[in-house]
């Protein structure tokens, strides 16, 4: 499965963005999605999970409240609404996919999951 993430940009502190991750086979139905950062000199960091119903979400402490991940099925894209940003979510955003259920792989960490996206850079400005 390939993964293409999109939506990135330059955004002014307490702007929104949207940004998108879509698949190229329909099995990514199937998958749990996660949606992780990566800021320069960091490690890559965990932002937002969802299960392949859609029926579980969930969140790093440090964006709930402001982020939203929500999936289509349909049209294999799993969304990550971003609102209230702040400068510290300035960082490299990557979506990725796991066979396992969501509640396993949100506990196991970024190593349990199956595919990787490319990224979009989320650069946001005070």
Known sequence: V???ASGGGLV???GSLRLSCAASERTFMYYAVGWFRQAPGKER???AAISWSGASTYY???VKGRFS???DNAKNTVYLLMASLKPEDT???YCAAAVDDVSVVVTR???WYDYWGQGTQVTVSS
């Open 91 to 93: 960082a490299v955003y």
């Open 2 to 4: 390939q993964l293409q």
């Open 69 to 71: 991940i929500t999936r």
């Open 12 to 14: 002014q502190a307490e």
């Open 109 to 111: 960490g970024p190593s």
């Open 60 to 62: 790093a402490d440090s």
């Open 45 to 47: 960091e965990f932002v």
